[in-house]
């Protein structure tokens, strides 16, 4: 039964979003100028400025640019291998066994912790980057979609295969349709544990990228370029989850959603 809609329901959700936004700023405004706040918060005012010189003096864009290749490049590698990997481990029961008990005890390790291995193995440049933010997104990848193929409903397999439908047609329009929800969740996922080992990644000796800029500024106690830089991390995380979000639209129209 649908419940009858209240005046909340009538504002337009870009209203909200609106009033949201205000009411963050107003809130970051008020700690900020108190005098435990100020310690750790700049003004919005010293942080647009900070934005509005590191655009003027051009490094702003090598940050950016410099991240985005390695999140975009880490994940790009995690999500092509974890959905082979994670079909043979829900298909196939024996490289379930082998693989399955790493995969879990692997996962439950930070990806801080691979950091010294990896400079060993692949030195200081993007490659070491790139490795350590794979481990993060592949573990995540891997183990999500790998739930949504081990969950997919066996009557209609069972049903598919009565009808006489081979197995190629039941991994193509039973299997992938019904798992790709779940490779659109561990997508964002994924992304999300990208960005978050962003700055454990370029810690690996890197000159250039966000989680540097964000770590040099908080070891000279520049909070306002801490605080664009963390700001600027979930932007992009944001951009990231609304394309994700219009992928599922696309893909998964027939699925049905709460609003």
């Given at each position: 039964m649908d419940r009858k809609k209240g005046f909340a329901d009538k504002v337009p959700k870009s209203l909200w979003l609106l009033i949201s936004f205000a009411a963050a700023m107003a809130l970051w405004s008020f700690v900020s100028h108190t005098e435990a706040g100020s310690v750790?918060?700049?003004?919005?005012?010293?942080?647009?400025?900070a934005f509005v010189n590191k655009v003027g003096d051009g490094t702003l864009w090598p940050h950016i640019k410099f991240s985005l290749f390695r999140v975009i490049a880490?994940?790009?590698?995690?999500?092509?291998?974890?959905?082979?990997?994670?079909?043979?481990?829900?298909?196939?029961?024996?490289f379930r066994n082998l693989v399955e008990p790493w995969?879990?005890?692997?996962?439950?390790?930070?990806?801080?912790?691979?950091?010294?291995?990896?400079?060993?193995?692949?030195g200081i440049g993007e490659k070491s980057k790139i490795i350590v933010i794979f481990i993060a997104a592949f573990l995540t990848l891997v183990v999500t979609i790998y739930q949504g193929v081990n969950n997919v409903d066996q009557t209609m397999i069972k049903a598919a295969r009565v009808l006489g439908a081979t197995e190629r047609d039941i991994f193509f329009k039973i299997i992938i349709?019904?798992?790709?929800?779940?490779?659109?969740?561990?997508?964002?996922?994924?992304?999300?544990?990208?960005?978050?080992?962003?700055?454990?990644?370029?810690?690996?000796?890197?000159?250039?990228?966000?989680?540097?800029?964000?770590?040099?500024?908080s070891s000279t106690f520049e909070i306002n370029i801490?605080?664009?830089?963390?700001?600027?991390?979930?932007?992009?995380?944001?951009?990231?989850e609304k394309i994700v979000k219009f992928l599922e639209r696309k893909l998964t129209g027939w699925q049905e959603t709460v609003n």
């Amino acid at each position: 039964m649908d419940r009858k809609k209240g005046f909340a329901d009538k504002v337009p959700k870009s209203l909200w979003l609106l009033i949201s936004f205000a009411a963050a700023m107003a809130l970051w405004s008020f700690v900020s100028h108190t005098e435990a706040g100020s310690v750790v918060f700049a003004k919005p005012l010293e942080v647009w400025q900070a934005f509005v010189n590191k655009v003027g003096d051009g490094t702003l864009w090598p940050h950016i640019k410099f991240s985005l290749f390695r999140v975009i490049a880490g994940f790009g590698i995690a999500f092509v291998v974890s959905i082979p990997v994670a079909f043979l481990m829900a298909w196939y029961e024996p490289f379930r066994n082998l693989v399955e008990p790493w995969i879990q005890f692997i996962r439950n390790i930070p990806p801080l912790a691979y950091i010294p291995l990896v400079v060993l193995g692949a030195g200081i440049g993007e490659k070491s980057k790139i490795i350590v933010i794979f481990i993060a997104a592949f573990l995540t990848l891997v183990v999500t979609i790998y739930q949504g193929v081990n969950n997919v409903d066996q009557t209609m397999i069972k049903a598919a295969r009565v009808l006489g439908a081979t197995e190629r047609d039941i991994f193509f329009k039973i299997i992938i349709p019904a798992s790709t929800p779940f490779i659109l969740v561990g997508t964002r996922l994924g992304l999300s544990a990208s960005l978050t080992t962003l700055i454990a990644a370029e810690l690996t000796g890197a000159s250039k990228g966000l989680g540097m800029m964000t770590r040099q500024a908080s070891s000279t106690f520049e909070i306002n370029i801490t605080l664009l830089g963390i700001i600027l991390i979930g932007i992009i995380g944001l951009t990231f989850e609304k394309i994700v979000k219009f992928l599922e639209r696309k893909l998964t129209g027939w699925q049905e959603t709460v609003n």
